[in-house]
Structures are given as C-alpha cells and as structure tokens.
C-alpha cells in the first residue's frame, strides 16, 4: 500500500539530510548543503527512469 501524502511542509522543513519515499514512485532528496529534489521513478518501454525537481 502507498504512503501518498506522508509528508506535508512542516516535516518536510524539519527533515535533516535524507531520502524519504513519499510512496506512488515519488522520493524526496534533502542534501546536506540545503538543497531539496523530488524524484519521481517510472518505467518507460521496459527501461526505468527517473524525472526530477529540484528546489
């Protein structure tokens, strides 16, 4: 079972650097630095692939 909407601003804001699963294929990505990526992972004609968004 998915874990869609686990996450909202508030934890995301507190979470030190960390992948965390959002569930439905979505990631989220902290970097230490301070950076932040949303990776959303998905097949494609038999390949897997990754799309992100960085913030």
């Known amino acids: 079972m998915p874990f869609i ?3 909202n601003a508030k ?3 507190t ?3 960390s ?3 959002e569930g439905a294929n979505l ?3 902290k970097c230490k630095e301070g950076g ?3 990776l959303l992972h998905y097949t494609l004609q038999g390949r897997r692939r990754k799309s992100g968004l960085q913030a």
């Open 19 to 21: 992948k965390e699963n």
């Open 11 to 13: 934890t995301v804001a």
């Open 15 to 17: 979470l030190g650097a």
């Open 36 to 38: 932040t990526q949303w």
């Open 27 to 29: 990631h989220l990505h």
């Open 5 to 7: 909407n686990r996450l």
